[in-house]
């Protein structure tokens, strides 16, 4: 199941970093929100965001991050990637986010609906998948 909820651009789910790009990964539980933020500062400065959109990306990543984590306990993983000329984040945990599908994550708890709102608003691109395999959000924004 998928939703994907503002597209204007052409990232597909099939986009991964070329082998000679940087990518960051880094796995975290629910309270280590805050150095998935650092991890995310400091891949956006190594790539040359400017700060006003660094700002932006850095609280997408965060809000990315505790998506795949507020449904409990569960072990997650943080992707960072270019492509071209657009960072991509990529946050999986192994939890459940919602039981009805994917529309109800904007009946779902007011935390989720207002994450949702602020990724569309930050983000080009947003994602959100949820099934046996736990859940998948991806997002990517133009670095400049």
């Known amino acids: 199941m998928a939703m994907n909820t503002r597209i204007r651009d052409d990232l597909g789910h099939g986009d991964r ?26 891949f956006g400065t190594r790539i040359g965001m400017r700060a006003t959109r660094l700002g932006d990306f850095v609280l997408a990543a965060s809000e990315a991050a505790a998506t795949v ?18 960072v991509v984040c990529e946050a999986r945990g192994d939890g459940l986010l919602f039981e009805s599908g994917p529309r109800a994550l904007r009946r779902g708890t007011d935390a989720g609906v207002l994450r949702l709102a602020l990724l569309e608003r930050l983000c080009d691109h947003v994602s959100v998948e949820s099934g046996s395999s736990g859940v ?9």
């Open 69 to 86: 984590v507020c449904q409990g306990p569960c072990l997650a993983k943080v992707r960072l990637w270019m492509a071209g000329r657009r």
């Open 17 to 42: 970093p070329a082998a000679e790009g940087l990518v960051e990964e880094r796995a975290f539980r629910r309270p280590d929100i805050p150095a998935v933020r650092a991890a995310a500062a400091g």
């Open 136 to 144: 998948v959000v991806r997002f990517s924004m133009a670095v400049a």
